[in-house]
Every structure is written in structure tokens, then in C-alpha cells.
């Protein structure tokens, strides 16, 4: 038996995007998604998980969405008091560590304060995956005994799935893939039958004006939501007996 992990990033952000993430758990094939602790619709998605209790939470660790929850890490912030942008890290940067690991461990005692298990670790722009960014997610990893997704260098030191697929997101947009969709949905199912474990990432959600004014990556979200839910691809796993729908906890 191959498990398969479906994970929706951003639970949290908005109402839009928690609704989306819900309908595509209840109606299709997702399994997973991962709350964002600093975002303004993170008690509607904890009402709606604790409304759902099966489905897989963990914690979307976010470093460059927002404000942090604690006020006194200047390393992290701009002068406005938000994140840093994503910018900010795809160059030479410098943070304090001890700032960095406060943060996020505030980020994962929030979630679990809120009456929630988390079920694994990632993060936001995978920042987690940034230099001594994953040092820190790999301590807290072993502080709460706690999967993190695959895609970092250091994935050896942490529980993780025995593959991570990132390319997700470019269904519900075909002219963004190159090659035809069908021939990378032929050879997706054949890596999830070729692994232990898999992780699909992916970003369901419904566009609300916190997404239009906040987010630079919309309108996939919508298209997502209803492949998750109604795409051949979607009841052709759902009927794969050789493949287990499961979260992190599973693993």
C-alpha cells in the first residue's frame, strides 16, 4: 500500500481560502493542509478543523506573510512591523537564530493552545529550507516530535514521506506545463506508486479580497479546488486500491 499525502499550504489565511481547503477535503481527495498561526482567519479555521476533526493539521511556519506573533524580533521584521518579504531571503540575509526559533515555536504552542495536534511542520515560501532556517526547524521538529515535509537538505535529521511533489500547483492552468497534462498526471501516479510515502502539495482555496490584496498567486487556487474535487485524476485515486489517501499522521 501506497500512502499519499494531499496537502493544502495557507489554512488560515482567509475565510476564502479555509473554505476551499474544507470542501476540498470533504468533497475530494484532500487529506492534509497547514495553518498559518499570524494570519486573520485562523480561528475560522480552527472552528471549521475542530468541525472536521479527521482532517490532517499541521503548522505552515511563516516567516515572510504578515506580522510575527511575538513583538520583539527586529531581525525579522521591516520597519512596518510585517515580515520580511520573500525577497528578503532569496539573497545574502542575515537573522538572529534565538528570534527565528521563538517565533516559530510561538507559531506551533498557538496551534496547539487552540485545542489542535499538529500533525507535521512546513512553512510558508518553504522558508524552512532557507540556511539556518532549517537548523531551526529541525530542532523544533524534535522538540514536539513532529514530520516535516521533504523538500529541505537537512530532511535526513527529521520523519518526513519517502518523496515530496512540488509541481501541483500547475494543475488548473495547463499552459503553465510543458508537455501535456495528462502525460504529468500519468507519471504523478506512477511516482506515488513507485514510493512508501508521498506528499503532494498543493493550494486549495476560494478567492476572497484578502487573497486579490495579499497574495501574488489567485486564481490556481479556485482551478485546484475543483480538480481536487471532480477531475477524473481525483476518483481515479479515490479507486486505486494499491494507493491509502492518509495525513502526516499516518506516516
Known amino acids: 500500500m501506497h500512502k499519499v499525502i494531499i496537502n493544502s499550504d495557507d489554512f488560515g489565511y482567509s475565510c476564502g481560502i479555509n473554505y476551499g481547503i474544507v470542501d476540498a477535503y470533504l468533497k475530494g481527495i484532500l487529506t492534509s493542509t497547514t495553518i498559518m498561526a499570524n494570519m486573520p482567519g485562523f480561528d475560522h479555521a480552527v472552528e ?10 499541521g503548522v505552515h511556519l ?12 527586529p531581525s ?4 512596518n512591523g510585517d515580515f520580511h518579504k520573500l525577497s528578503f531571503y ?25 485545542g489542535i495536534e499538529p500533525t507535521h ?20 521538529a524534535k522538540k514536539y516530535s513532529l514530520p516535516v515535509r521533504r523538500n529541505f537538505e537537512k530532511n535526513a535529521l527529521v520523519k518526513t514521506t519517502s518523496y515530496f511533489e ?6 488548473g492552468d495547463p499552459k503553465n506545463i510543458e508537455g501535456n ?9 506512477k511516482k506515488l506508486k513507485a514510493y ?9 482555496g476560494y478567492i476572497d479580497k484578502a487573497i486579490l490584496n495579499g497574495s501574488s498567486f489567485i486564481f490556481p487556487r479556485a482551478y485546484q479546488t475543483d480538480f481536487l474535487i471532480n477531475s477524473s485524476f481525483a476518483k481515479k485515486l479515490l479507486n486505486d486500491a494499491s494507493i491509502q489517501l492518509v495525513h502526516y499522521g499516518a506516516i
Open 166 to 171: 512540488e509541481n501541483f500547483d500547475i494543475i
Open 121 to 140: 511542520l512546513d512553512s510558508h515560501h518553504h522558508t524552512h529550507t532557507i540556511g539556518i532556517n532549517q537548523d531551526v526547524v529541525v530542532n523544533l
Open 196 to 204: 512508501e510515502s508521498t506528499e503532494i502539495m498543493c493550494h486549495a
Open 48 to 57: 471549521l478543523k475542530k468541525e472536521n476533526p479527521d482532517l490532517g493539521v
Open 76 to 79: 525579522l521584521i521591516q520597519v
Open 90 to 114: 532569496k539573497q545574502d540575509f542575515s537573522i538572529d537564530q534565538d528570534e527565528l526559533y521563538r517565533e516559530w515555536d510561538t507559531q506551533i504552542q498557538k496551534v496547539y493552545e487552540a
Open 62 to 73: 511563516t516567516l515572510t506573510c504578515g506580522k510575527p506573533l511575538l513583538n520583539d524580533v
Open 181 to 189: 497534462l495528462d502525460v504529468y498526471l500519468d507519471n504523478l501516479v
